[in-house]
């Protein structure tokens, strides 16, 4: 499985941004892709998931109401909109796969930086 990121870049607090994942090869067992982010220095952090057979969505809590998950079935890819976006919010940007079988694929990161 390849995992394709885009979407990241410079932006200015309060603005928003949309990052998008394309997932390519054995996606047909996919179970759910999702997002995980890491800022300099920091450990890396969970962000939201969804899965592919209902399209329910985990977020971590301090990001409800400004970041949203959806996804594309038919184009196998994976979308995160980040809203209202602030300085801490700057972190490299990761998509996942988990497949039904338990392997995880993990894309390169897209950097998201929010100036104040």
């Known amino acids: 499985v390849q995992l394709q990121a885009s979407g990241g870049g410079l932006v200015q607090a309060g603005d928003s941004l949309r990052l998008s994942c394309a997932a390519s090869?054995?996606?047909?067992?996919?179970?759910?892709m999702g997002w995980f982010r890491q800022a300099p220095g920091m450990e890396r952090e969970f962000v939201a998931l969804i899965k592919w057979t209902d399209s329910s969505t985990i977020y971590e809590d301090s990001l409800k109401g400004r970041f949203t998950i959806s996804r594309d079935n038919a184009k196998n890819t994976v979308a995160l909109q980040m809203n209202s976006l602030k300085p801490e919010d700057t972190a490299a940007y990761y998509c996942y796969v988990l497949l039904t079988n338990g392997a995880t694929y993990w894309g390169k990161g897209t950097l998201v930086t929010v100036s104040s």
């Open positions: 090869g054995r996606t047909f067992s996919n179970y759910a």
